[in-house]
């Protein structure tokens, strides 16, 4: 091939390089597959870091096995209600409410999606809760990181797109902060903070993405 591809066309010599590519495709899937299988896992009392990480873990495996090409991990449902941290410093809230107005004000003051519509009184309880989620972002960016993939490791090819359906508590669907990682092995600029003005749809990133 070294001492055709001079001799040929360009056309002729696009054909063989697409040839050699997709040999060295083949080579690197077959790389792989000595290294797929099934995480070993210990199930004990269900948790909500213990659950995020074993997720985080299983999307790792299906991309270096090549099983996948796109994972989605949802924490929780938009909705309100049910979503308490009594992990995270502050937020662990009494074993028992006595009454409806201790059931209130337990859910008031310590349930996640309440905390939300009034951000300014609980600002330090929300940094708490999305610090710990951003430690769970943080593992599964390890877990890429320690995996090879082509000259690099999964987490250089993967483009990962993290974020909300509402921009604050009180549901504005303005000003939405999206967290990118990775670059598709070099398709996007990272490094970057970008703030766009009001009226600019967050589609246009989705439609960047799939292009």
Known sequence: FARLVPRVSGRDRERVEAHLDAIR????RLAFAGQCGTPDYVFGQPDAEHWYQTMADL?????????????TICFRHAGG????FPW????????????ENDRRQ????????????????HREKLHGILSWFGTQTSYLFRQLKATPEGEGTLFDSVIYLQGSDIGEGNHTTYNIPFL????????????RYLEYP?????????????N
Not at 81 to 84: A, D, L, Q, R
Not at 198 to 210: K, W, Y
């Open 25 to 28: 495709e083949v080579e690197r």
């Open 59 to 71: 999307l790792v495996t299906a991309f270096r096995c090549d099983a996948t090409r796109v994972a």
């Open 81 to 84: 209600g049910g979503s308490y």
């Open 88 to 99: 995270v410093p502050g937020l662990r809230a009494p074993e028992q409410a006595v009454d």
């Open 106 to 121: 337990i859910y008031g003051e310590y349930e996640h999606h309440e905390l939300s519509h009034n951000d300014d009184r």
């Open 180 to 191: 990118m990682a990775g670059s598709a092995f070099g398709e996007f600029a990272t490094g």
């Open 198 to 210: 009001d009226g600019v749809s967050h589609n246009r990133l989705l439609i960047a993405i799939m």
